[in-house]
């Protein structure tokens, strides 16, 4: 699939606010990032799905964000 479709439907998964869609982008581009360097819109687009993910899991969870960036990074790396 080509950048531009792709991130729209990224873009479109991070506005439903559902956690597990930003996850799944959060995965998929991870999963891309292993393969070859992101591009700078697919670094974007990482990075504000991680932090909608980082924010919402530690209010949730009542942790700071800092411990759950580094469980995210466990998880992916």
Known sequence: A????RQ????????????LEVAQVL???YQIGTGKELSYGEKKVLEQARKLLVTEVALAEGAKEAQVVQR?????H
Do not use: V
């Not at 080509?2 to 479709?5: K, L, P, V």
């Not at 729209?8 to 956690?19: C, S, V």
């Open 72 to 76: 995210l990074e466990n998880i992916f």
């Open 27 to 29: 995965r998929d581009l």
């Open 2 to 5: 080509s950048w531009s479709r």
């Open 8 to 19: 729209r439907e990224y873009n479109d998964k991070l506005k439903t606010g559902d956690l």
